[in-house]
């Protein structure tokens, strides 16, 4: 924009010496814009070269925040002022040729503006919806060059024939000039410009503020921006219409006051009412609501321009001179508003204060204009002036909560708000969930859940952001995360990493990490490791030649600004560069933002890059690739004897990875699978990022059941080409339990699958097993009971499923153990389920010194064994019911256990029996934690099942639960935390 300023400030001065020829210069200016567009783009590949070797090889990623940085952004800025310089001046020109007498000035400036402007509009429209994503970036700028040549030819052209004529024209007009003018005159028009900077630097606050705010409810995508853009340049298009009528100069003085007068009034109830848009809207429903809010402020905003260079005018031929020097001050003050606004405003004052600040503005134009430009009387001057300050002081908008509460994805917007600030980049907030938990968002979108202190573990998708390639690369030192967002990729890494790098590109994020620091189970930005840079992670890793052993990039959603170039294969190349000789590469993406062809052209841009690629989903849509130069098989990692599980049992168990089969259960691609996933599926490039054009909630991403489809085919477990059952990979042969992975594949929800592995997998018995479990998932209990009737006798050798067969009847199989007519399936179970068995008699009867005598053979329970959970349950139960000094030696033990079995399968029981760890333990904030996590799920099963309050006993026992819980936090520990034992008071009493 500051090119277009100088342009449109100085051609002007060349206009003259060019004698009339304007549209031949017009036609120069288009040949030296398309001349431009060829070597702009490689004057900045030369420049970022020449950067990257001046500024590159340092020892660690650099902050954005050097010297260095700004010096390339500068040049940059001067590379592109060029083309921006030459843009600016085709106005101007076009003035000179359209305007012979200064009573054409208004009209004809009017419709050039709101020509030229209605055609950005097109080109914002063109460039977002169709010319970028379908052609991409090199051929769409061949289309816009190929214009700018045909502008050429007509205007040429056209030139032959008016030339002539306007040359005399402006020879006659030159004879008839009158002197300049005197000082008085000159002040005048120094006010005028002023005007003028004030106008642009009004727009541009408002177009910089509204879609800000819009992009917590529209997004923040190409498609979304160029439509921002387009709709604010079509109302400044259409104003500008407005001022086609010949006006005077005394009313064109009343006429610009007037329109900043409305522009005021029109742009703060357009802030009020965006403020309140986004409650139970949908996507277009908003995008129509938004264009009809800005649109009658964009109208008076365009008005303003052909005024200002009808008051500047009083001869035609001083059209070009006067149109050029008022563009230049209309886009510097709309220069210095953006970057005011974007930069620092906004952080500053929050959307508020910057509205306030801007309607401030336009009445204090309004008033300098009424006082300056028009003939008024003064107490009608003075009435004006009055009316405009009570209005600066009356103007005071809230905080647009409605619209910092909105996303476009389906998310719950409860819960207390804790931090909130608008960054230069993205508006962050964090609200406190009932159940005690932080959730972070960026301009609406999701980015963490983190979890309080105390609560109980939670199969958390962003642990594997680092537990995942730390199977793959069990030696690991370095890591370098992009993103810090929640900072739940980095809590509690394993103390083997000397080194961990994480690039943000929000300091904002870094405030709101660091505003539940102290309440959070474990804070990042307390680890001396971890060192965060400020800065984006390409401009980052570019920079620096340190080697990492992992790069994890968890880039915020694809569509967002920027996201998408860190899934481009430039940006893989750039992360190949940075790994070690064997380091491996997380590229996160969540599927419900993508389609089938998108996922696809992923697979394709990695394989493009690396050699071995694998494809991990440990939640239904949420999709982890890992890529590498060598081999990657962490599968048979962590069967090795000293694994990294059980190196670092805790930090994997907080993840659901207790063993090999937790891992392996979310493998749905190997390097064979990625290639037929591949296919023949487009490359991300930087030229042309799909990403960026395709994917945004709007358009629609895959269901967990499409995934699944899809998916399903490349499974290394399930998948078949021809007859041949690609069960004989290397990962299928891994001696891993059939059963248990199968009953995780089923109770992730991976049901094709689930179902595929019990069609197709060499172990029938596995296979029921795995039918079963999906059948029981699914609700379908009674089909699953009868399929386990009729598995136990044709595989009456197989322990899982005859435990399985029994668990109903538990209690009643536990009390005829010692009888010799039991089924002969009970009778062949191992040791350590036959304690289980006779466990849960003990259990009922309430001799817990019984119970502990079976603690040896309950403890031979392996975590595949189906009776795994039930064993766990009794050891844990056990410690927490033995006498005061006893729990109290036993409750470290009892926690551990049972923190173990609840991250991979929560349930009623097993918080009340954390609860009972965390009194024997004496610490209040587990248990206030334990009963809130109760209360979370009740409610929470309750929502999703009408029929677990159906039967009496169930409803009893839950609600007996539940005043023992509250009793226990009313009579014991609100001293201790009293606003937290409030909030799970109010949980415990909202049970339905």
């Known amino acids: 924009m500051l090119g277009l300023a100088l342009g449109a400030a100085i051609i002007p001065r060349w206009l003259r010496a060019a004698s009339g020829r304007s549209l031949r210069t017009f036609a120069l200016l288009e040949l030296g814009i398309a001349a431009c567009a060829v070597l702009i783009p490689l004057l900045l590949a030369q420049l970022g070269e020449w950067y990257v070797a001046i500024a590159g090889d340092l020892p660690a990623p650099p902050s954005a925040t050097g010297l260095l940085p700004r010096l390339y952004f500068a040049l940059t800025c001067l590379l592109l002022l060029v083309p921006t310089m030459l843009m600016g001046a085709t106005l101007p020109v076009l003035a000179g040729f359209a305007i012979r007498v200064v009573e054409q000035t208004g009209p004809r400036i009017a419709t050039l503006y709101a020509a030229n402007t209605l055609g950005a509009a097109a080109g914002a429209l063109a460039g977002g919806w169709w010319l970028i994503p379908d052609l991409g970036l090199r051929q769409s700028?061949?289309?816009?060059?190929?214009?700018?040549?045909?502008?050429?030819?007509?205007?040429?052209?056209?030139?032959?024939?008016?030339?002539?004529?306007?040359?005399?024209?402006?020879?006659?007009?030159?004879?008839?000039?009158?002197?300049?003018?005197?000082?008085?005159?000159?002040?005048?028009?120094?006010?005028?410009?002023?005007?003028?900077?004030?106008?642009?630097?009004?727009?541009?606050?408002?177009?910089?503020?509204?879609?800000?705010?819009?992009?917590?409810?529209?997004?923040?995508?190409?498609?979304?921006?160029?439509?921002?853009?387009?709709?604010?340049l079509l109302g400044i298009s259409l104003g500008s219409l407005l001022s086609t009528r010949r006006l005077t100069r005394p009313l064109a003085g009343i006429a610009y006051a007037t329109s900043q007068l409305c522009v005021a009034a029109a742009a703060a109830g357009a802030q009020l009412w965006l403020g309140q848009l986004a409650t139970g809207l949908n996507t277009t429903e908003l995008a129509t609501r938004a264009i009809i809010a800005m649109l009658p402020a964009t109208l008076f905003m365009g008005a303003a321009f052909p005024l200002l260079i009808r008051l500047m005018s009083d001869h035609g031929v001083e059209s070009a001179r006067a149109t050029g020097q008022v563009y230049a001050f209309n886009t510097i003050g709309a220069v210095c508003g953006a970057l005011a606004s974007g930069m620092w405003l906004i952080p500053t004052f929050s959307f508020e204060g910057v509205a306030r600040f801007a309607v401030a503005l336009s009445l204090i134009a309004a008033v300098v204009a009424t006082w300056r430009l028009t003939t008024f009387v003064a107490w009608h001057k003075s009435a004006v002036s009055a009316a405009a300050l009570i209005l600066i002081v009356a103007f005071r908008p809230p905080l647009p909560a409605a619209i910092i509460d909105a996303s476009l994805v389906d998310d719950s917007t409860e819960g207390v708000q804790r931090f909130l600030a608008v960054g230069r980049s993205a508006t962050v907030l964090v609200k406190e969930r009932d159940d005690g938990s932080f959730y972070l968002r960026t301009n609406g979108l999701p980015e963490a859940t983190v979890r309080r202190i105390g609560m109980p573990p939670v199969r958390h998708s962003q642990r594997w952001l680092a537990a995942l390639p730390m199977t793959a690369r069990p030696e690991a030192r370095s890591m370098l995360v992009v993103g810090l967002g929640g900072g739940v990729a980095v809590e509690d890494?394993?103390?083997?990493?000397?080194?961990?790098?994480?690039?943000?590109?929000?300091?904002?994020?870094?405030?709101?990490?660091?505003?539940?620091?102290?309440?959070?189970?474990?804070?990042?930005?307390?680890?001396?490791?971890?060192?965060?840079?400020?800065?984006?992670?390409?401009?980052?890793?570019?920079?620096?030649?340190?080697?990492?052993?992992?790069?994890?990039?968890?880039?915020?959603?694809?569509?967002?600004?920027?996201?998408?170039?860190?899934?481009?294969?430039?940006?893989?190349?750039?992360?190949?560069?940075?790994?070690?000789?064997?380091?491996?590469?997380?590229?996160?993406?969540?599927?419900?933002?993508?389609?089938?062809?998108?996922?696809?052209?992923?697979?394709?841009?990695?394989?493009?890059?690396?050699?071995?690629?694998?494809?991990?989903?440990?939640?239904?849509?949420?999709?982890?690739?890992?890529?590498?130069?060598?081999?990657?098989?962490?599968?048979?990692?962590?069967?090795?004897?000293?694994?990294?599980?059980?190196?670092?049992?805790?930090?994997?168990?907080?993840?659901?990875?207790?063993?090999?089969?937790?891992?392996?259960?979310?493998?749905?691609a190997t390097d064979e699978g990625i290639s037929g996933l591949a296919g023949n599926a487009a490359v991300l490039t930087d030229d042309r990022n799909l990403l960026a054009t395709n994917s945004s909630p709007a358009r629609g991403g895959m269901t967990p059941d499409e995934l699944e489809r899809l998916l399903v085919s490349f499974s290394p477990f399930t998948a078949t080409t021809g007859t041949e059952v690609i069960g004989k990979t290397a990962v299928a042969r891994l001696p891993l339990d059939l059963h248990y992975l199968g009953s995780r594949i089923a109770l992730l929800g991976f049901t094709q699958t689930a179902a595929q592995f019990a069609r197709h997998h060499r172990d029938e018995a596995a296979g029921v097993y795995t039918l079963a479990i999906g059948l029981e998932s699914a609700g379908r209990v009674t089909e699953a009971a009868r399929l386990r009737e009729t598995a136990v006798q044709r595989f009456p050798t197989d322990a899982d499923l005859a435990f399985a067969h029994l668990r109903p009847r538990l209690l009643e199989t536990s009390r005829e153990l010692e009888k010799s007519n039991l089924p002969y399936y009970v009778r062949g179970l191992p040791d350590s389920a036959q304690a289980v068995v006779l466990g849960w008699r003990h259990a009922a009867e309430g001799d817990w010194a019984a119970v502990r005598s079976l603690e040896p053979r309950l403890a031979k329970t392996i975590q595949t064994d189906d009776w795994y959970r039930e064993a766990m349950q009794l050891r844990v139960e056990w410690r927490t019911r033995m006498n005061a000094g006893e729990r109290a030696t036993h409750g470290r033990e009892a926690l551990q256990l049972v923190d173990r079995i609840i991250a991979l399968q929560p349930s009623s029981d097993l918080y009340v029996l954390r609860a009972a760890a965390s009194l024997a333990l004496e610490d209040p904030v587990l248990f206030l934690e334990s009963a809130s996590a109760f209360s979370t799920y009740e409610i929470q099963q309750s929502k999703e099942s009408a029929t677990n309050l159906d039967s009496v006993g169930v409803r009893s026992i839950r609600d007996a639960r539940r005043r023992g819980f509250m009793q226990a936090i009313e009579t014991r520990l609100l001293p201790f935390e009293e606003n937290r034992s409030a909030a799970v008071l109010r949980q415990l009493a909202a049970f339905p």
């Not at 949420?622 to 048979?636: K, N, Y």
């Open 141 to 232: 700028t061949l289309v816009a060059i190929a214009l700018n040549l045909l502008v050429v030819v007509i205007a040429y052209s056209i030139s032959k024939n008016s030339e002539r004529a306007q040359i005399e024209a402006y020879k006659a007009q030159a004879a008839s000039r009158v002197a300049p003018a005197g000082s008085s005159e000159w002040h005048n028009r120094r006010a005028l410009l002023m005007l003028a900077m004030t106008s642009g630097f009004v727009a541009l606050t408002y177009e910089v503020l509204w879609t800000r705010m819009l992009s917590h409810a529209l997004g923040s995508s190409l498609a979304a921006f160029s439509t921002m853009l387009a709709t604010f």
């Open 493 to 668: 890494v394993p103390d083997q990493f000397d080194v961990i790098d994480v690039v943000e590109l929000e300091p904002q994020v870094i405030a709101a990490n660091a505003s539940y620091a102290r309440w959070r189970a474990a804070d990042p930005l307390a680890d001396e490791r971890i060192r965060l840079i400020e800065n984006d992670a390409r401009n980052a890793l570019t920079l620096t030649q340190r080697q990492y052993d992992i790069v994890v990039s968890q880039p915020s959603h694809p569509w967002t600004s920027g996201a998408a170039n860190l899934y481009s294969r430039e940006f893989m190349q750039i992360a190949r560069s940075r790994l070690t000789t064997d380091g491996v590469l997380l590229l996160w993406i969540n599927a419900q933002f993508i389609n089938e062809s998108l996922l696809r052209s992923i697979a394709a841009t990695l394989s493009s890059v690396f050699p071995h690629v694998r494809l991990y989903r440990p939640e239904p849509l949420e999709l982890m690739f890992l890529a590498s130069e060598t081999p990657l098989e962490p599968e048979r990692s962590t069967l090795q004897t000293r694994s990294i599980l059980t190196r670092y049992p805790e930090y994997f168990s907080a993840a659901g990875i207790n063993v090999t089969e937790d891992l392996a259960a979310c493998l749905a």
